[in-house]
């Protein structure tokens, strides 16, 4: 049980009843993380964001960039980069995790002590935990206080894009919401849109993290099918073999199939497996290139591209659920040697998806509602399904 500092969570208590903007704390300054800080900033909103490496904290603070992680973009003003973790934590009405997966336990641990109690945690990572095969929101409530609300952050999204300020569509995918959390949900997702975000909000956080999971395998196999020659039809066929074993895993973990459709969904498979611009598409095109190619492959982009340690920690999953994820298991199958790209591939397109089960009827969308209006405000795109995964 992690002890909370009295004296800011009584601050904080007080601030939140007087419905003053959210204060959001991103932890991870590598791409991503910058470029959700610099959109929350953009927005409006008061920002922090933690490094670990208190150089990059300095340039941040000093040149108003990254140039680590994002070189020649500029970030907004009043941006505020340290390494000190308690200091950007303080007051906190959200709390982006912005780490690798298989830093997110590490980090959550350290946090936990200085975490608000009534902050909302979000996962921002894309995967599952290596070695356990654990969904982010889980790994969140295993190192939050009890009491912590948790849920995931993903969808189509460049880092550089978001950090320009482009049009992007994200979905924030977490338990149905207490009056509390729905008003700070509805508060970012209002503020957002000043910074080019339009985000939907989803009770089925199962669903949007699994996608998150899976796309990234697909785009290694659509790149090594691109370095093949195969042309676009057999990347379709890819595509629709990763849909499906997005759903298979979906239901199998309790979500539900329809919410691949939202922008965590197809729109993140679309955008990772049809893009050159995503490393996990690059790594597939020199995998699929020669077998020299593939070693220099593994030994460059093994660290970034997220679907190659993706791949091995979804086998955790399927022994545990005894399911075959087709894609996942073929982007293995290529990254550890057992086979070549045009083997992985011959199988992969010779699997037929399964036949999709009957879809459950869905209660009407009804839209969040804030305490200080009797009449429900309508967010464009944030609306809670209200139904509780179990």
Not at 203 to 219: F, H, I, M, S
């Amino acid at each position: 049980m992690h002890v909370r500092n009295r004296e800011n969570s009584q601050a904080h208590g007080a601030r939140q009843a007087a419905h003053d903007p959210v204060e959001v704390a991103v932890l991870g300054a590598g791409s991503w993380g910058t470029a959700l800080a610099a959109a929350a900033r953009r927005a409006g909103l008061a920002t922090r964001l933690w490094s670990r490496r208190p150089d990059v904290a300095h340039a941040i603070r000093t040149t108003g960039s990254n140039p680590r992680h994002l070189p020649g973009i500029e970030l907004p003003a009043g941006l505020l980069a340290s390494d000190d973790l308690q200091w950007v934590l303080a007051n906190a009405d959200i709390v982006l995790f912005a780490v690798p997966c298989s830093a997110l336990a590490r980090v959550a641990a350290l946090a936990g002590e200085f975490l608000p109690a009534s902050a909302l945690a979000l996962a921002t990572c894309k995967g599952v935990e290596p070695g356990s095969g654990r969904l982010m929101t889980q790994v969140l409530r295993e190192h939050c206080a009890a009491e912590q609300s948790v849920g995931m952050l993903a969808g189509p999204s460049f880092a550089d894009e978001v950090a320009r300020g482009l049009p992007t569509r994200l979905t924030l995918g977490m338990r149905a919401a207490s009056p509390r959390d729905a008003e700070t949900a509805q508060a970012l997702a209002r503020a957002w849109r000043d910074a080019g975000i339009e985000l939907e909000l989803c009770d089925d956080e199962v669903g949007v993290q699994v996608a998150g999971a899976l796309k990234n395998a697909v785009a290694i196999a659509c790149g090594m099918a691109t370095a093949q020659g195969l042309g676009e039809n057999a990347r379709a066929a890819i595509v629709l073999q990763g849909l499906d074993d997005m759903r298979r895993l979906t239901l199998a973990l309790g979500g539900r199939g329809d919410t691949l459709l939202r922008s965590s969904g197809v729109g993140d498979l679309f955008l990772t497996a049809s893009s050159s611009h995503s490393r996990n598409t690059r790594l597939g095109l020199r995998l699929g290139a020669s077998a020299e190619q593939r070693a220099g492959a593994c030994d460059e982009q093994g660290e970034l591209a997220e679907g190659a340690v993706a791949s091995h920690a979804l086998a955790a999953l399927e022994r545990r659920l005894h399911i075959a994820l087709h894609v996942p298991r073929a982007v293995r199958d290529v990254l550890g040697g057992r086979v070549d790209a045009a083997q992985a591939l011959r199988a992969l397109l010779d699997t037929a998806p399964a036949d999709p089960e009957p879809q459950r009827a869905l209660p009407p969308a009804t839209h969040l509602v804030t305490h200080e209006a009797a009449t429900p405000v309508r967010v464009p795109g944030a609306s809670w399904n209200h139904r509780v995964v179990q």
